[in-house]
Nanobody, 121 residues
């Protein structure tokens, strides 16, 4: 099991911003694409964004233009900057390590424990 540790969730008003962080072990970070998924109550887990080792990025249509994924390889950390948040963005957000699939989703091999993001209207 390779640890992925998320941080940065919380409660924010609609229109606000949050930044999530995910710290990974060196071996995980150097071997895989990194990404974020989310799961709202009563819904299936869904892909949000991913970034390859070289920095290519991929986003779900629902977050394009509002969320930005980035990574700092020297710190083994991936970030998700979330702007213009909406109530429908409320979910548990999970960090993942794996492979990008067809440029539209990610096959995750490792998961973090999740961090709650709540957007109030």
């Amino acid at each position: 099991q390779v640890p992925l540790v998320e941080s940065g969730g919380g409660l924010v008003q609609a229109g606000g911003s949050l930044r999530l962080s995910c710290a990974a072990s060196g071996r995980t970070f150097n071997s895989y694409a990194m990404g974020w998924f989310r799961q709202a109550p009563g819904k299936e887990r869904e892909f949000v964004a991913a970034i390859s080792w070289s920095g290519d990025t991929y986003y779900a249509d629902s977050v394009k233009g509002r969320f930005t994924i980035s990574r700092v390889n020297a710190k083994n950390t991936v970030y998700l900057q979330m702007n213009s948040l909406k109530p429908e963005d409320t979910a548990v957000y999970y960090c993942a390590a794996g492979w990008v699939v067809s440029g539209v989703t990610m096959n995750a091999k490792y998961w973090g424990q999740g961090t709650q993001v709540t957007v109030s209207s």
